[in-house]
């Protein structure tokens, strides 16, 4: 199988060519690392004007989707210890966290000192949520370019349940763990209105009411958040713009007594579904839902192409995904 010579995407991956040094034309399209750094610069910069106009103006700065993983405890870090925010931690528990994610959420909150709020969705809706995403062709081809049916679902019902909280409480600022491989600098930093939002979920928000009703309503903005039009927060992705180390982020992050989970597939440091899902995605669309952002990662030299190939060829035991499948059963 062809795969870039420079990043790891191959040649299944939708809209992929190659030149004659076999180097895709997502790689040739990428900004030098100087740019890159130069341009990341100017987002922590607006950041931090940001910070200066909204900081201590409400009763917290800022919302943050805290899953228990690496990436959104090596935010919580940043917000608090680089920015200074006073924090507002929101975990969407989808209740399949391994035992050692729910450990580390309860562990960091504690060393950091922030406040936390734990959102369990109905048990049996969220199931019905997952069989649905991972039977059904619900997204459109480009959305599976970069994660798994089952996990968009998911991080849809985290996105609208943080801008809720964040709308209800004034709260200005709504940030996400993605690495820089899931989110582009670009995204770092966005104003968020009522149309935006609107337009965002409805794809969502439609895709899922037609096979749940009216259950799926309690995770999306309703109309009178869309009423709140000054209250619409920024959301913001640090990661983006700050230095970005797997190996030295979970160094970092074991101070506050984290740990990786055991139990856990290759890309994931907190959800048992993670393998399940990307074992269906890999069935139906012939790409592993992390090659894009993986891909991403290795380019900007964050991680070893090599690593990012054996992330890639990892097999997934049917002995991890069997449990899961078994507790999607009987829905």
Sequence with gaps: MKIC?????????????????????????EKPLSVQSEKKHEFEQKFNSLINEHKEKSLYDVVVAY?????????LHLLKEKYGLNILALTFDNWFFSKRAHKNIENVVRSMGVDHINFRPNYNT???????????????????QRASAICTSCISLVR?????????????????????GQAPLSTSIVKSNANMMRQSQENTYKTLYKHIGEKIKPYFL??????????????????????????DIIKLIQKFNWKKPDDTD???????????????????????PYAYEIAGLVRNGTMDREEGLMRLREKVSEKRIHPI???????
């Design 5 to 29: 010579s420079k990043c790891v995407l191959d040649e299944n991956f939708p809209g992929i060519r190659f030149d004659e040094k076999s180097i895709c034309n997502y790689c040739r399209i």
């Design 67 to 75: 899953s228990g993983g690496k990436d959104s405890t090596y935010t």
């Design 126 to 144: 969220y199931k019905t949520i997952v069989n649905i995403s991972a039977n059904n062709d619900l997204y459109s081809p480009k959305a599976m």
């Design 160 to 180: 609208f349940i943080s801008f809720q909280t964040a709308i209800d409480k004034s709260i200005p600022f709504v940030a996400f763990g993605m690495s820089p």
């Design 222 to 247: 309703s109309e009178e958040h869309f009423a709140l039009t000054e209250r619409f927060p920024y959301s913001i992705n640090p990661l983006a713009f700050n230095e970005y180390n797997e190996n």
């Design 266 to 288: 290759a890309n994931s440091s907190n959800c048992l579904l993670n393998a399940y899902a990307n074992d269906v995605h890999m069935k139906r669309y012939h790409i592993n």
């Design 325 to 331: 499948k078994e507790q999607l059963i009987d829905v």
